[in-house]
């Protein structure tokens, strides 16, 4: 086992990726989960929600400089933070109108402060590049500050806009899902899904993000299961994989001479592949 520290988890925003940092030992208020902190970020001093509690991690699973917490925001703090919050929605709304000035193919998902205003940060989604070197002129202009504009990707997109997905509920993204994993073709083939783009894709037009949930109950089924047209022997003969369903628990298979044999699982477990 590595070094071990003692470390919040941090949200900068709704859903947002978990930043850990660790906990000022200088700091006399107790910090809980829901409660609002003041933290360094590569953009300055910001605001961000306490959302995972103090816990102990391994050093090397965080990978990255963990910081001290500044501090719990106070009155003060919290009075800073909601004027932030209220002028960065106005700003939002200026900068969409000046996206509209400037005919620029670009959505602005999102506006916000820096604690101590010295940044204004958007968050925008595009098909491809944007020149908008006219527009941060504009903005800067209007807002007398650092203007900073960041490009994010197609499934960072939905989870601003939100949604409904194919199951009826809300986008997951939009919900709970604060960090994204790598969804393959793989993924649905395992699942026995019919592979139509338009059912198992989403909103952002990417692979469905929960196809990945039961990604290792599946991997726990299917450990020792032979996949299609894999070769076993079975009481003398010579078999070919035809199917295997994994909701029936049985793979199907056919000898060289016509022979048709269904067996469960269970049997794959113990008998030799010859691939």
Same mark, same amino acid.
């Given at each position: 086992?590595?070094?071990?520290?003692?470390? #919040?988890?941090?949200?900068?925003?709704?859903?947002?990726?978990?930043?850990?940092?660790?906990?000022?030992?200088?700091?006399?208020?107790?910090?809980?989960?829901?409660?609002?902190?003041?933290? &360094?970020?590569?953009?300055?001093?910001?605001?961000?929600?306490?959302?995972?509690?103090?816990?102990?991690?391994? @050093?090397?699973? @965080?990978?990255?400089?963990? %910081?001290?917490?500044?501090? =719990?925001?106070?009155? =003060?703090?919290?009075?800073?933070?909601?004027?932030?919050?209220?002028?960065?929605?106005?700003?939002?709304?200026? $900068?969409?109108?000046?996206?509209?000035?400037?005919?620029?193919?670009?959505?602005?998902?999102?506006?916000?402060?820096?604690?101590?205003?010295?940044?204004?940060?958007? /968050?925008?989604?595009?098909?491809?590049?944007?020149?908008?070197?006219?527009?941060?002129?504009?903005?800067?202009?209007?807002? !007398?500050?650092?203007?900073?504009?960041?490009?994010?990707?197609?499934?960072? *997109?939905? !989870?601003? &806009?939100?949604?409904?997905?194919? $199951?009826? +509920?809300?986008? $997951? $993204?939009?919900?709970?899902?604060?960090?994204?994993?790598?969804?393959?073709?793989?993924?649905?083939?395992?699942?026995? /899904?019919?592979?139509?783009?338009? %059912?198992?894709?989403?909103?952002?037009?990417?692979?469905?993000?929960?196809?990945?949930?039961?990604?290792?109950?599946?991997?726990?089924? &299917? *450990?020792?299961?032979? *996949?299609?047209?894999?070769?076993?022997?079975?009481?003398?003969?010579? #078999? +070919?994989?035809?199917?295997?369903? @994994?909701?029936?628990?049985?793979?199907?298979?056919?000898?060289?001479?016509?022979?048709?044999? !269904?067996?469960?699982?269970?049997?794959?477990?113990?008998?030799?592949? @010859? *691939?």
């Amino acid at each position: 086992m590595g070094l071990i520290a003692k470390v #919040y988890g941090v949200s900068f925003l709704p859903v947002g990726r978990i930043t850990y940092y660790s906990e000022n030992l200088n700091e006399s208020n107790s910090i809980d989960v829901g409660d609002f902190v003041l933290a &360094m970020t590569d953009f300055g001093i910001e605001v961000g929600k306490i959302v995972v509690g103090l816990r102990d991690m391994e @050093i090397d699973e @965080i990978g990255y400089e963990i %910081k001290p917490i500044i501090r =719990k925001l106070n009155e =003060k703090d919290m009075k800073i933070y909601k004027r932030n919050l209220r002028d960065a929605r106005d700003a939002f709304w200026e $900068c969409r109108s000046l996206v509209k000035k400037h005919g620029l193919e670009m959505k602005i998902l999102h506006a916000r402060y820096t604690f101590d205003r010295s940044r204004l940060i958007f /968050l925008f989604g595009a098909e491809g590049r944007v020149d908008f070197r006219e527009l941060v002129k504009d903005l800067a202009k209007e807002f !007398k500050t650092r203007i900073e504009l960041w490009q994010v990707g197609v499934r960072d *997109e939905l !989870k601003f &806009m939100g949604g409904v997905g194919l $199951c009826g +509920r809300p986008v $997951c $993204c939009s919900e709970f899902l604060r960090e994204f994993e790598s969804v393959t073709l793989k993924d649905a083939k395992k699942q026995q /899904l019919l592979i139509n783009p338009v %059912k198992i894709s989403g909103q952002c037009r990417r692979l469905l993000c929960c196809l990945r949930f039961e990604k290792e109950i599946y991997d726990e089924i &299917m *450990e020792g299961i032979p *996949e299609q047209d894999d070769v076993f022997e079975y009481e003398g003969t010579m #078999y +070919r994989v035809t199917n295997v369903n @994994i909701f029936t628990g049985l793979v199907t298979a056919l000898s060289d001479d016509g022979r048709l044999l !269904k067996i469960p699982f269970e049997y794959f477990r113990k008998a030799k592949i @010859i *691939e």
